[in-house]
């Protein structure tokens, strides 16, 4: 079976910044692949690709980075266990927000994932295989660093297409170039929200707080100031690294991953 996720170490002086890609993977085990029904070009649609490769310079700016390498497709790890609803899941109460939820039975095109809800058995083989354990080592990373350095900041690191699709609402809508999610600035210092804002404004970027994105379950669970615990989700419009419809990295990629790495670098050297 290949690792669900991987975790990556800093190179350098370590700083208390842990970069978290839940969303680049593409890989679909057997069983999950036996109830897909979604086109394969779906799959990479709804991923956050080459998010990784974004960010690849972090560990040599001091971070830790942990990325997932499971497709969204079976099991969403921004989502909270308890976001099922009946037609995902067996038994699972009704629950129209949770078509996307941690189990995803609509495409963000709108085509069927899922041909009939999953067993509650494979939900829980979901779980204890790819969920479970990849939300452990995040919360071991923020322990790490916050005993280490008194806090910790984590960047969650997102794309989003660059204009609305249906499934969210609002077809065709232009969105900014750099969305920060924190929850109305609940899930991180100021002065780690504010340096993501200064940051992507400097490099000429337009920016737009919590919309269309708040922050999904990484943000909510693990971003507590008061516990010295701090996260921004940062969502970037994918024209700007890459081609929406070939999915191939356009020319801006190099100066994208450079503006990743700088932010990493940035964060690193905050004191909230």
């Known amino acids: 079976m290949n690792a669900p996720f991987s975790v990556v170490e800093p190179t350098t002086t370590e700083t208390p910044v842990i970069v978290e890609i839940p969303h680049a993977g593409l890989w679909v085990d057997g069983p999950s692949l036996a109830t897909l029904a979604a086109p394969a070009r779906s799959i990479g649609r709804d991923a956050d690709l080459w998010v990784d490769e974004l960010y690849a310079d972090a560990p040599s700016r001091g971070a830790t980075?942990?990325?997932?390498?499971?497709?969204?497709?079976?099991?969403?790890?921004?989502?909270?266990?308890?976001?099922?609803?009946?037609?995902?899941?067996?038994?699972?109460?009704?629950?129209?927000?949770?078509?996307?939820?941690?189990?995803?039975?609509?495409?963000?095109?709108?085509?069927?994932?899922?041909?009939?809800?999953?067993?509650?058995?494979?939900?829980?083989?979901?779980?204890?295989?790819?969920?479970?354990?990849?939300?452990?080592?995040?919360?071991?990373l923020i322990e790490r660093k916050r005993a280490r350095f008194g806090y910790s900041i984590l960047v969650a690191a997102h794309s989003m297409p660059s204009s609305g699709r249906a499934a969210h609402g609002a077809p065709n809508a232009s969105r900014a170039d750099v969305v920060p999610g924190t929850r109305g600035r609940t899930s991180a210092s100021g002065r780690f929200i504010d340096a993501v804002d200064a940051h992507a404004r400097a490099a000429g970027f337009s920016v737009t707080h919590d919309d269309p994105y708040q922050g999904g379950f990484t943000t909510v669970h693990y971003g507590r100031p008061a516990a010295a615990s701090h996260v921004v989700q940062v969502e970037l419009a994918r024209r700007l690294y890459m081609d929406e419809s070939s999915l191939h990295k356009n020319v801006n990629f190099a100066r994208m991953r450079s503006f990743c790495a700088e932010l990493v670098s940035h964060l690193g050297s905050i004191r909230p």
């Not at 095109?109 to 809800?117: R, S, V």
């Open 65 to 140: 980075m942990i990325t997932a390498h499971v497709s969204r497709y079976v099991v969403d790890l921004n989502r909270s266990e308890r976001d099922v609803d009946s037609e995902s899941v067996e038994g699972a109460p009704v629950n129209a927000r949770a078509t996307r939820g941690i189990v995803w039975r609509l495409t963000s095109d709108g085509c069927n994932i899922l041909d009939a809800p999953l067993s509650r058995r494979e939900l829980e083989r979901r779980l204890q295989l790819f969920y479970r354990p990849y939300h452990g080592a995040i919360a071991a």
